[in-house]
C-alpha cells in the first residue's frame, strides 16, 4: 500500500520569499511517480511538478522546484519568490507504475496562504 | 486548448433525487476518473475507466455508478444522493503511462454538488 503524508496543515509566507511545503512517502513499489498539484478555491486542481523514482536530477519548473530525497522518502515542493497567486492548497501524489491506468494516492494537503 | 470539462459547475439536489454528473475531454486520453473531494479532505478515487472498461473502487458505494459511452464524455450517476455525498466531484483523465511515466492526471475544474 502507499502513503502520503503532508504534515503541514497551513503555512504562511511573505511575498517574494520562498517556501518548502513538506511531502513524505511510503511505498514497497520499487518504482514511483511523485507529483504536486496546486488546489485554489476555485477547485481546479493544477499539476504542477513530476518526480520520477529513477530520476538523477530533482525536478524544476519555472518558480517550483521539487527536493527528492529517495534514502529518506521525502519530496518536497520549493516555492521560490511566492507570489500572492499562490495563495492555495497544495497536495502530493504518488502514483505507482501499473503500465495501464494509473491511480493516485493523495495526501491531506497543505494550505499555503502569501502575505504582503 | 485541449480541456476536461466538467458540467456544471454547482448542482443542487434534494435527498434521494438521482442526480447526474459529466465530464468531457479534448484530450483523447484512454482513461478518465471520477473523484470525490470533502471539504478539506484529499480527493479520494470513486473508479476509472480505461477506454470502456470499467475499474471500480473496493470501498465506492453501490449508490456511485458510471458511463462512459465514448472516448469523449463520462457520467458520474448518483442514484439517491445523501447528505453525506455533498462534496466537489472531480473528473482527471491521463494518457496510459509510457516508459517514463511521468503524464500527470488532467482535472477539470469539478462540480460543487449540495444535498438539500
Known amino acids: 500500500a502507499q502513503k502520503i503524508t503532508q504534515t503541514q496543515p497551513g503555512m504562511f509566507v511573505q511575498e517574494k520569499e520562498a517556501v518548502t511545503l513538506d511531502c513524505t512517502y511510503d511505498t514497497s513499489d520499487p518504482s514511483y511517480g511523485l507529483f504536486w498539484y496546486k488546489q485554489p478555491s476555485s477547485g481546479e486542481m493544477i499539476f504542477l511538478i513530476y518526480?520520477?523514482?529513477?530520476?538523477?536530477q530533482n525536478a524544476t519548473e519555472g518558480r517550483y522546484s521539487l527536493n527528492f530525497q529517495k534514502a529518506r522518502k521525502s519530496a518536497n515542493l520549493v516555492i521560490s519568490a511566492s507570489q500572492l497567486g499562490d495563495s492555495a492548497m497544495y497536495f502530493c501524489a504518488m502514483r505507482a507504475f501499473t503500465g495501464t491506468a494509473s491511480k493516485l494516492t493523495f495526501g491531506t494537503g497543505t494550505r499555503l496562504q502569501v502575505t504582503l | 486548448d485541449a480541456m476536461v470539462i466538467q458540467n456544471p459547475r454547482y448542482q443542487v439536489t434534494q435527498f434521494g433525487k438521482p442526480v447526474t454528473l459529466s465530464c468531457s475531454q479534448t484530450l483523447n486520453h484512454n482513461v478518465m476518473y471520477w473523484y470525490q473531494q470533502k471539504s478539506s479532505q484529499a480527493p479520494k478515487l470513486l473508479f476509472h475507466?480505461?477506454?470502456?472498461?470499467?475499474?471500480n473502487e473496493a470501498d465506492t458505494p453501490d449508490n456511485f455508478q458510471s458511463r462512459r459511452p465514448n472516448t469523449s464524455f463520462c457520467f458520474l450517476d448518483i442514484r439517491s444522493p445523501g447528505l453525506g455525498d455533498a462534496a466537489m466531484y472531480l473528473c482527471?483523465?491521463?494518457?496510459?503511462?509510457?516508459?517514463?511515466?511521468?503524464?500527470?492526471?488532467?482535472f477539470g475544474d469539478g462540480t460543487r454538488l449540495s444535498i438539500l
Open positions: 475507466y480505461y477506454d470502456k472498461d470499467f475499474n
Open positions: 482527471a483523465t491521463s494518457s496510459i503511462p509510457g516508459t517514463l511515466g511521468n503524464q500527470p492526471q488532467h
Open positions: 518526480q520520477g523514482s529513477y530520476d538523477q
